[in-house]
């Protein structure tokens, strides 16, 4: 597609990229608060709609939103599915010892509404945001130092833990090793991946060890040092955070009037 | 003159087997020092031994000095004394380039932006200070077994401990390391099996065998044979057949 080169690089969006990586950590968690204490039906799907469109807005694109949300939805087909039944209440439909009620059906359209709001509102805010800078913006709201240091290592770390279970699985693979799928894995399966598994955390172990000696050996004493640069606030982030609170305060008052 | 680090008839075990029996050893300023022996022969224990990662059951360490046996004796060597661990990823746990290089100096106690800024210098002499900001666990095998000495050099430290620095370098890169090494005013001791790479760096050996430490030599035969090479189709050079 020649036309669209000239214009590639620029992504529009309402200016997310332009916020400092502390106001948007701030933002997501005044947010997630926000909506965590929101009970109406009405208001938090509302809330899940415009965080939704924030989403779209901000994000990496549709297609890579709809894949992150994946792994969401599944759990809440399970909590679908489940909360109806275990929540007692007037009878909806079903029959003894199985009957979904009213308020079950309503608690789980609930959960449902407010743990997509919070999803949408995360992927929009921190979605964009290297790892690295979450853990400094962090660092310099004066988050638990222990706490950043283990996001930070977990970021470094998971990625070798991957490569070298995937090392593993191929060097099984290349020595013929198939798993049967059957309903019931054969043993022979089942050992194999026992053996892996153990390989895996023995590894992650020894290896936590000499990252830990590495460190000890440049004159680490349990302090990580300060973060990188802290830029000021600018006024994009006073914009942001005057309409955060705005919206907040408006959902707050239309479940007040409800 | 007294070495600046040195094993006393040290006796470590690992696992339950005893890896160095006895073994002594000096590495004094201004050496380079090729630490060869077979595979499971207990180069790399006798490395770690030497900066408090393993301690002796019998025999002395004695590094800049004076005796040391406590972690906070070792403390002091480490700031003086750094070891490169065989696996870069093991050492590399920043999540950039520059942040890396320059965690050793924040640990030192310099201020924020001097370590940046000697780390950045660092980088630059190593001719490194293009991967600054590149994310660590991005960079090529040969790019972190660099970055990694460069984290080392920016303690400006007394001694170097390397343990198989020219693993999964390419010519290249190998060469570039080579180079670098022949700069440094640091003392080294070299653990490696590149034979080429010892031969032209160190300037005494020691073979370790059965736990103990021995005089060695690394030098090199004239031998005319052929030779086997590699490059690309495009080469400079001619073949004396066609």
Redesign the interface.
């Known amino acids: 597609m020649p036309a669209a080169l000239g214009a590639a690089p620029v992504r529009v969006s309402f200016g997310i990229a332009a916020l400092d990586p502390r106001t948007r950590l701030l933002g997501a968690f005044a947010g997630v608060l926000a909506v965590a204490l929101l009970s109406s039906l009405w208001v938090l799907a509302a809330a899940a709609l415009g965080t939704f469109a924030l989403a779209l807005a901000a994000g990496p694109g549709t297609a890579a939103l709809m894949r992150r949300l994946v792994h969401l939805e599944g759990f809440m087909l399970v909590l679908l599915a489940l909360l109806p039944f275990t929540v007692p209440g007037t009878p909806l439909f079903g029959a003894p010892p199985f009957v979904a009620s009213a308020e079950g059906f309503a608690r789980a359209v609930q959960i449902l509404l407010k743990v997509n709001a919070c999803g949408f509102l995360v992927f929009a805010l921190l979605g964009g945001l290297?790892?690295?800078r979450i853990?400094a913006a962090a660092l310099a709201l004066k988050a638990p130092e222990r706490l950043v240091q283990l996001f930070?290592?977990v970021?470094?770390?998971g990625?070798?833990l991957r490569a070298e279970a995937a090392r593993l699985q191929e060097a099984m693979r290349a020595r013929a090793f198939a798993p049967r799928a059957s309903l019931t894995w054969s043993l022979h399966t089942w050992r194999t991946y026992g053996h892996m598994l153990g390989m895996v955390l023995v590894r992650a172990l020894e290896?936590a060890e000499?990252?830990s000696?590495?460190?000890?050996?440049?004159?680490?004493?349990g302090r990580l040092?300060?973060s990188?640069e802290r830029p000021a606030l600018g006024a994009a982030d006073l914009a942001f955070a005057l309409l955060l609170a705005a919206a907040i305060l408006a959902a707050f008052a239309a479940e007040h009037l409800a | 003159m007294s070495a600046l680090l040195a094993l006393d008839g040290v006796t470590v075990a690992r696992g339950g087997r005893t890896v160095l029996a006895g073994a002594d050893l000096q590495l004094h300023a201004g050496e380079r020092l090729a630490l060869v022996g077979p595979n499971g022969a207990g180069k790399t224990t006798l490395l770690?031994t030497l900066?408090g990662?393993e301690r002796p059951s019998a025999g002395r360490v004695v590094a800049f000095g004076a005796e040391r046996r406590t972690e906070v004796d070792f403390?002091t060597v480490?700031?003086r004394a750094?070891?490169m661990?065989q696996?870069p990823?093991?050492?590399l746990?920043?999540?950039?380039v520059i942040?890396d290089v320059?965690?050793?100096p924040?640990?030192?106690g310099r201020k924020?932006d001097e370590?940046f800024a000697a780390a950045r210098a660092v980088l630059e002499r190593l001719g490194l200070v293009h991967l600054a900001d590149r994310?660590?666990?991005r960079l090529s095998g040969g790019e972190k077994r660099l970055v990694c000495l460069a984290?080392?050099i920016a303690?400006a430290p007394d001694a170097l401990l390397l343990d198989e620095p020219t693993n999964d370098l390419d010519e290249e890169n190998r060469a570039r390391m080579i180079d670098i090494l022949l700069r440094l005013d640091a003392a080294l001791l070299l653990v490696s099996h590149d034979r080429d790479f010892l031969e032209r760096i160190a300037t005494r050996a020691v073979l370790l065998r059965e736990g103990t430490v021995r005089p060695a030599l690394v030098h090199r035969h004239v031998v005319t044979q052929e030779e086997i090479h590699i490059h690309g189709l495009d080469a400079s050079h001619r073949h004396a057949e066609g």
Do not use: I, K, W
Not at chain 1, 213 to 221: K, N, W, Y
């Open positions: 290297e790892p690295v853990g930070l290592l970021v470094r770390y990625g070798v290896r000499r990252v000696e590495a460190m000890r050996c440049r004159g680490f004493s040092p300060a990188a | 770690r900066v990662l403390g480490r700031a750094q070891l661990f696996d990823d093991d050492q746990f920043c999540p950039t942040d320059a965690f050793g924040l640990n030192l924020r370590a994310v660590t666990h984290a080392l303690m």
